[in-house]
Nanobody, 114 residues
Framework: VQLQASGGGLVQAGGSLRLSCAASGMIGSVNVMSWYRQAPGKQREWVAHVTSGVGRSYADSVKGRFTISRDSAKNTMYLQMNSLKPEDTAVYYC?????????WGQGTQVTVSS
């Protein structure tokens, strides 16, 4: 399984970005796709996840501002990020976990200027 993340960039505070994560390969039908992020000097933290049953969950820090979704037909996950804050600056990683393994994509940089 390979994951390809894209959509990062530089945006001013209050702006929006949409991240995408495309999965390819043999993916188990029961799986969870997640976004994590890692800011400089900090540990990687969970941001949100969406299950194959389309259940969603968010970290408190992004709740109400970020929306996670997935297109199962395309094996693609999205993260719509609105009302961005400087503290959202980080490298964002996508992750897929099925019943046996965990896969990580390469990161995409999100920088929010004040």
């Amino acid at each position: 399984v390979q994951l390809q993340a894209s959509g990062g960039g530089l945006v001013q505070a209050g702006g929006s970005l949409r991240l995408s994560c495309a999965a390819s390969g043999m993916i188990g039908s029961v799986n969870v796709m997640s976004w994590y992020r890692q800011a400089p000097g900090k540990q990687r933290e969970w941001v949100a996840h969406v299950t194959s049953g389309v259940g969603r969950s968010y970290a408190d820090s992004v709740k109400g501002r970020f929306t996670i979704s997935r297109d199962s037909a395309k094996n693609t996950m999205y993260l719509q990020m609105n009302s961005l804050k400087p503290e959202d600056t980080a490298v964002y990683y996508c992750r897929l976990s099925d019943t046996s393994l965990i896969y990580w994509g390469q990161g995409t940089q999100v920088t929010v200027s004040s």
